[in-house]
């Protein structure tokens, strides 16, 4: 069969295709235009919606900066050197054996900001002592209160198993003899245990008992400040329901905010302590119940309780990888970590140490297991007065005649040069001491 050729495009037709691959060109050219259009606006104007919110931000943080600057100025000028008359305004009973105590400065001028966790020092004027009585307390809310200084005290009774030991001497006082409208003489306040409000790090408060008081400052300080969103944990350990201090108030705040989660643990509960209603587990507060708990161990961790307490938990907390400058624990009181007096290098070797008390005329041999100067003096009949046991009132302030010393922990201030604070010295070689 013979093949026929297909008919030639005539040149119309050809003019016709190229016109219209000519205009799709141009079209999808157009097209492309546009859309890189849209695309470069909506980047540019995405940029500078960023660049905006940065720039608000930015101008936030140095109006935030200005602000905390002027109230740290104004702060700065409201501290006070040696000691302050305050007034108890109000005298609350919070739970067995605990009492707030709310401060109003008695010339009525303003106060300044503290740092959540800090505490004040008091000169008391006790009956039948026969001289003035120097302790520590933790302030126990947050430096919003701009009026007034409150302080949580619990007191201390006679042990059980050994009633012939007096009770508490200062907290027997603050609870038994001082009343609404008496008048304290006060330090500024002061300490090294403290939050730091300028950090999102999210906290692990554990608290024992009446260890509470400085971590319910700081976990105030993030409710009511503008960090609210910072993430916090509170585990708290007491016997039972009638040592729980600030239960309904606890209780709120882990009602009320997202991000603050408050777990609390009875030893010894009673038959009226019902679990999920007083409480939320039985037993005390452990490492085991903070794993299981937090989503990690990504967290700084503030502690203040019982000695026995604390010793077990630090050691827990590094076992579980917590690096030590991640954990932070009161600093004075009952609440104290008692720390091994690590001797100097140049002393390693060396088995004892001569310490000279001038005044009492004694010769000491002091080594690890004295601890402190302070203990040491203690431990052969040398009267060194103290209040706080931490470097942190400075009344154990006491002249240094020959040798040097260095410090277990760093004093929350600085001795007066020639000086030291044996509660928390140990000495670097032989030493004389003014006492």
């Not at 400085?214 to 016997?239: H, K, Q």
């Amino acid at each position: 069969m013979e093949r026929k050729d297909a008919p030639p495009i005539s040149g119309l037709k050809l003019v016709a295709v190229i016109v219209q691959t000519i205009g799709v060109i141009i079209i999808g050219a157009l097209l492309a235009q546009v859309v890189l259009f849209l695309v470069s606006t909506w980047h540019r104007v995405t940029y500078e919606r960023q660049r905006r919110t940065l720039a608000l931000e930015l101008l936030r943080c140095r109006v935030e900066a200005a602000r905390t600057l002027k109230v740290g100025q104004e702060d700065e000028k409201r501290f006070w050197g040696g000691f302050r008359k305050f007034v108890v305004r109000q005298k609350v009973r919070e739970c067995h054996d605990v009492y707030s105590f709310y401060l109003a400065p008695h010339d009525r001028k303003p106060l300044p900001r503290f740092q959540p966790g800090q505490h004040l020092v008091f000169k008391l004027h006790i009956p039948d002592t026969t001289k003035p009585v120097v302790r520590c307390y933790s302030l126990s809310d947050s430096p919003t209160q701009s009026d007034y200084y409150r302080i949580t005290i619990k007191r201390e009774l006679s042990p059980s198993d050994n009633p012939d030991v007096p009770a508490g001497l200062v907290s027997s006082y603050f609870h038994n003899h001082l009343q609404e409208g008496d008048i304290l003489d006060v330090k500024a306040p002061s300490g090294k245990f403290f939050l730091d409000l300028t950090s999102a790090a999210p906290v692990a408060f554990v608290a024992g008992g009446v260890g509470i008081t400085p971590l319910l400052s700081m976990l105030n300080s993030i409710t009511e400040g503008a960090a609210t969103t910072r993430e916090v944990w509170l585990f708290y350990g007491v016997s039972n329901g009638t040592e729980h201090i600030m239960k309904d108030h606890l209780a709120q705040l882990n009602r009320q905010y997202h991000n603050v989660h408050v777990h609390v643990c009875y030893s010894q509960p009673s038959d009226a302590d019902v679990i999920g209603e007083d409480y939320d587990h039985s037993g005390r507060v452990s490492v085991d119940l903070l794993r299981g708990l937090l989503p990690s161990n990504n967290y700084e961790f503030f502690l203040c309780g019982p000695p026995a307490m604390m010793d077990s938990l630090t050691k827990q907390l590094k076992v579980w990888g917590i690096p030590e400058d991640k954990i932070f624990f009161e600093a004075f009181g009952s609440a104290t970590v008692k720390k091994t007096a690590a001797p100097p290098p140049r002393l390693a070797d060396a088995t004892q140490v001569e310490v000279f008390f001038s005044k009492t005329g004694k010769r000491c041999q002091w080594d690890q297991k004295h601890g402190s100067l302070l203990e040491l003096a203690e431990g052969n009949a040398v009267q060194i007065d103290f209040g706080c046991r931490a470097g942190s009132c400075g009344t154990c302030l006491t002249a240094i005649k020959a040798g040097d010393v260095t410090y277990m922990t760093e004093p929350g201030v600085a001795p007066e040069a020639g000086s030291c604070f044996p509660c928390i010295a140990i000495p670097k070689g032989h030493v004389t001491l003014d006492a």
